[in-house]
């Protein structure tokens, strides 16, 4: 079992930075995929980025890429979402999520573990 739990959330305003962190319980997690998902008012949950087991591969979905930056830090047992020039479509509850796998893509159901979410909103 692993708990997952974010935090760094908040109201920032157009092309502000936020820093996003998920911290997990549990001696799997440097084993473990993690992916960011997010979710607007509503909207489907949309894949944000995703890093390997051992942080050497990013994935970023296109809407992020060039201002989004996930990356681990496996003795702290916690991922990091740094988004940079953030727009107002980026407002949406943010979720960490792991896999039992080295690997992972970006659909919600390849993930098996959640964390509770972390509210972004950014002011236009």
């Given amino acids: 079992q692993v708990h997952l739990v974010e935090s760094g959330g ?10 996003l962190s998920c911290a997990a319980s549990g001696h799997t997690f440097s084993s473990y995929a993690m992916g960011w998902f997010r979710q607007a008012p509503g909207k489907e949950r949309e894949f944000v980025a995703n890093i390997n087991w051992s942080g050497s591969t990013t994935y970023y979905a296109d ?24 727009k107002p479509e980026d407002t949406a509850v943010y979720y960490c999520a792991a896999a039992t796998a080295k690997y992972s893509g970006a659909l919600p159901g390849e993930y098996d573990y959640w964390g509770q979410g ?6 236009s």
Avoid: E, P
């Fill in 10 to 19: 908040g109201l920032i305003q157009h092309g502000g930075s936020l820093r």
């Fill in 63 to 86: 809407s992020v890429k060039g201002r989004f930056t996930i990356s681990r830090d496996n003795a702290k047992n916690t991922v990091y979402l740094q988004m940079n020039g953030l």
């Fill in 118 to 123: 972390t509210q972004v909103t950014v002011s």
